[in-house]
């Protein structure tokens, strides 16, 4: 009695499509350059500008942004 049963371990399904928790790479500080002051994170190529009042900005690079404390014009370019 011969009989071919194919065992295969059990796969663990992974959604990659969700990336509500995203690895750390994708997720970089933007300070500014003069006074280091936080000005946003950068998020898959695009800027996430968090200011105070409740205002959220999710902008595409390259990006400007004059800071708020020390007036320095700060720029990102695309990578
Ligand atoms: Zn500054």
């Not at 969700?18 to 994708?26: D, E, G, L, R, Y």
């Not at 190529?45 to 007036?71: A, E």
């Amino acid at each position: 009695m011969t009989t071919f049963a194919h065992k295969t371990p059990p796969t663990p399904k992974r959604d990659f499509t969700n990336t509500a928790i995203s690895p750390v790479q994708n997720h970089r500080d933007w300070r500014c350059k003069h006074c280091r002051k936080m000005l946003g994170v950068c998020r898959d190529g695009r800027m996430h500008l968090r200011f105070g009042g409740g205002h959220d900005y999710l902008v595409s690079l390259p990006v400007r942004t004059i800071c708020p404390d020390c007036k320095t014009l700060n720029q990102k370019s695309a990578v």
